[in-house]
């Protein structure tokens, strides 16, 4: 089974325990979602870790889910599965990657009119909604059934729950909302929740959270949003709608003596969330989105409320714990100890090494789209100490070598002369990104590369080599003397292609000895190095740098979402490269030749 297929299935488990008992089994419910969602982004197919008797060492993966997919990988079958799914219909599944349903809805559907196969299941519905069966149905109603009918229509036109958004994606979608929102004189201030807030890769639905003593007011500003496709829900102090892209947005407004409250509540993960709660019962408090519960000596219950995330934390007597943490990764034992790390900080970053201009270098992949003043301008208004230009290697079957020479020695030249131009403003580095060819060769000659400060090195092609080959490939091309950085490390793409696979031990020690650094790409199909090897190298000592890998400007900004990458990996200061002075960087570049 591949990694999406055993990710539908630990979600279906979850989906069976709701339908259940979900305050019963909240615990499982929880496991088997976050398992799902650390099996999303893992850059490892479990089948390959089980034959190597390393499935232990993917995240969210405990002791009771490890031994049901040994079950699984061995018989192909698990009978604890077997057993939970028993009194499920199979019918109940399909419906839910259809906006409005949950587990609970579709069973009841399902149940009531006796929808048994999967396969037509959502069609079977929309022909029971159309001959308007479903609104005397209790619990439903007239704008229920309209409701189910349009969200099958808009499933069928491919807007459906799985179908995720990159975390860019998603972020420049809720900014543009808050902005909208704070246009309202009635919004004091508004913010992403959940796994948004988390800056995790990619993003289902976009919760978002309004500051406001007049929630009425603010819910019709809301659901008045110029991008509205439709309304799927207004109530007192939530709304729902979705936009034009297909995308649904969930607004919830909190008065601002109750905003730090909710705001915890609806930002960390589940098993972030269920740990605090039963750190807060060892103290005698309840938690809730509301506030903290107490009793006091004889019996009375008080609810305080906070304003602040911080005085929430406070109250608990723990630190304040950055949203990208809160996954139950040992954060909330650190934050008793006010022990937490101080994580990377985008203020930090004195430069950005990947930079793809326009100069006519005839590369083997796409040329950039502004040219070299253009970006300099760029990075000199993001205050930028340094820089490096790191256009694709010439191509390699269209050149000699000779010309490669005579190619790489006029833009070194050139790039000469604009570091005099712009000497009192920024430092300018001559990097190239460099493919490791499949045989672990680099794609210019010794020749081509003495002409530059350092190499980032990268995988661009032949992506199917098993994880020996490409672990032996990757470390040839990385062993060069000017090879420093290697490129976004995995090659995945979202919605595109998988990360290849490498022993990341073997790397990582690799590069801890011989002083390589490890990219993250900021670019917004990429984020790449994901965050779970982040904080892996991370507590190997092994060096990182962030970079946005940039073919125009505009996207120079993305530097935030490497970030991102590095907050979630745990990464600090002293982690990432390019948080060094270019004295340190061009020294570091030096060393090893």
Not at 87 to 115: C, M, N, Q, T, W
Not at 133 to 156: C, M, N, P, R, V
């Amino acid at each position: 089974m591949t990694n999406i297929e055993i990710a539908r299935l630990l979600r279906n488990i979850a989906a069976a325990y709701i339908i259940k008992n979900e305050k019963k089994f909240r615990f499982q419910i929880t496991a088997y979602q976050k398992a799902a969602d650390m099996i999303d982004h893992s850059v490892s197919e479990l089948q390959d870790l089980f034959k190597e008797n390393k499935l232990d060492t993917l995240p969210g993966i405990g002791a009771s889910i490890k031994s049901h997919l040994e079950e699984l990988f061995t018989h192909g079958k698990v009978r604890h599965f077997e057993e939970v799914l028993q009194d499920i219909p199979e019918a109940i599944f399909p419906l839910l990657d259809v906006h409005g349903f949950g587990p609970k809805k579709a069973y009841k559907l399902v149940s009531e009119y006796k929808l048994s196969n999967p396969e037509t299941v959502i069609a079977d519905l929309e022909k029971i909604a159309q001959k308007g069966k479903i609104a005397g149905l209790e619990g439903f109603g007239e704008k229920s059934e309209q409701d189910i009918i349009t969200s099958i229509q808009e499933y069928w036109l491919g807007k459906t729950k799985a179908s995720r958004m990159v975390l860019p994606y998603a972020n420049e979608l809720a900014k543009r909302m808050v902005e909208y929102l704070m246009k309202s004189k009635f919004v004091l201030s508004a913010c992403a929740l959940g796994s948004l807030r988390r800056k995790v890769a990619t993003i289902g639905d976009i919760d978002i959270a309004a500051v406001s003593n007049q929630p009425q007011a603010v819910l019709d500003h809301f659901v008045n949003f110029p991008g509205k496709e439709r309304l799927i829900e207004h109530g007192s102090m939530t709304a729902s709608i979705l936009v034009s892209s297909g995308r649904q947005i969930d607004l919830m407004v909190a008065s601002p003596e109750g905003f730090g409250s909710l705001l915890q509540h609806f930002t960390g993960s589940k098993a972030h969330n269920i740990h605090l709660r039963e750190y807060a019962l060892s103290k005698g408090l309840s938690l809730s989105e509301y506030g903290i519960k107490e009793k006091n000596e004889i019996g009375e219950v008080r609810m305080e409320k906070y304003d602040t995330e911080e005085k929430f934390y406070q109250a608990l007597g723990l630190s304040w714990i950055p949203p990208e943490i809160r996954e139950n990764t040992g954060e909330i034992e650190l934050a008793v100890k006010h022990d937490l790390p101080k994580l990377i900080e985008l203020s930090e970053i004195k430069g950005d090494l990947h930079l793809h201009s326009s100069y006519p270098i005839q590369p083997s992949h796409d040329l950039g789209k502004s040219s070299m003043q253009e970006i300099i301008e760029k990075a000199i208004s993001l205050k930028y100490e340094y820089m490096g230009f790191s256009e694709h290697n010439p191509s390699q079957s269209k050149h000699k070598l000779q010309q490669n020479i005579d190619i790489l020695g006029k833009r070194s030249k050139f790039i000469d002369l604009l570091k005099s131009q712009y000497k009192n403003c920024i430092q300018i580095f001559s990097l190239l990104e460099i493919d490791i060819l499949p045989n672990g060769n680099l794609a210019i000659d010794n020749q081509c590369l003495e002409l530059l400060d350092c190499a980032i090195v990268s995988v661009h092609s032949a992506f199917d080599l098993d994880k020996k080959t490409m672990t032996k490939r990757v470390l040839k091309g990385l062993s060069h003397p000017k090879a420093k950085i290697l490129g976004h490390p995995t090659g995945r793409l979202f919605n595109q292609r998988p990360g290849y696979e490498l022993d990341w031990d073997q790397i990582f020690d690799f590069c801890k000895t011989n002083k390589k650094a490890l990219e993250i790409n900021s670019w917004f199909l990429r984020l790449d190095l994901p965050d779970i090897l982040v904080r892996e190298a991370v507590k190997k000592g092994v060096t990182l740098v962030i970079n946005t890998d940039s073919h125009a400007v505009s996207q120079m900004d993305f530097m935030e979402y490497g970030i991102s990458v590095a907050r979630r990996g745990w990464a600090k200061n002293n982690d990432i490269l390019n948080t060094k002075t270019y004295n340190e960087i061009k020294e570091w570049f030096r060393g090893g030749e």
